[in-house]
């Protein structure tokens, strides 16, 4: 339960702001909110049950050196919010991507929010934690973190269209990998003293 927990609110944080919002508004104005989800459900599981087994290798490889896993997870937390703080926006082939007309809005979502996601820091953030936590319960929190961080941005967005704080959401987002990071090296520096 744990793992879930944490994995929900880590990669909910790590979701606001990213370019995979953006894509979520860009495909609710196009298809029903409903298609949309369902596609980054789909999308969000397959690539973080993978994020998770990378994890879960790489914890196990380093079980005997857990401050090693500590530190880096606590090192690539500081980045996720460098890069969360420099932000994300839609390459125009990307914005035409979400546009175009496909046979089934399920697969045109699936398959951008797929390949979106390869290497993106919320990928990145899941295999930090499935290095530490539980399997099953950060593939689930993961999931459904970011499955409710992009149906926070098709609900606000329709609400309230363009104006949304994005520089506050990301200020707030990084100030939050900020603290787990910093958490994650004094613990890697506790187990190793």
Do not use: C, N
């Amino acid at each position: 339960m744990s793992a879930f927990l944490l994995s929900t609110a880590v990669i909910f944080v790590a979701e606001l702001g990213d370019k995979s919002q953006l894509m979520a508004l860009t495909f609710a104005a196009r298809y029903r909110a409903r298609d949309v989800l369902l596609g980054i459900t789909a999308a969000t599981a397959v690539v973080h049950l993978a994020s998770v087994g990378i994890g879960a290798v790489v914890g196990t490889a380093f079980a005997a050196h857990q401050w090693i896993v500590s530190l880096l997870a606590g090192i690539a937390f500081l980045g996720f919010a460098a890069w969360t703080l420099r932000g994300d926006e839609l390459t125009e082939s990307e914005a035409q991507k979400a546009q175009r007309t496909a046979r089934s809005a399920l697969w045109a979502v699936g398959i951008a929010f797929f390949l979106a996601e390869l290497g993106d820091k919320t990928m990145l953030a899941t295999i930090a934690l499935a290095t530490r936590e539980e399997w099953f319960g950060t593939w689930l929190g993961s999931t459904l973190g970011m499955v409710a961080a992009d149906a926070l941005a098709i609900g606000v967005g329709a609400l309230l269209g363009r104006r949304l704080p994005e520089r506050t959401i990301r200020i707030g987002a990084a100030v939050a990998f900020v603290v787990f990071g910093l958490l994650l090296i004094a613990e890697a520096l506790g187990l190793l003293a």
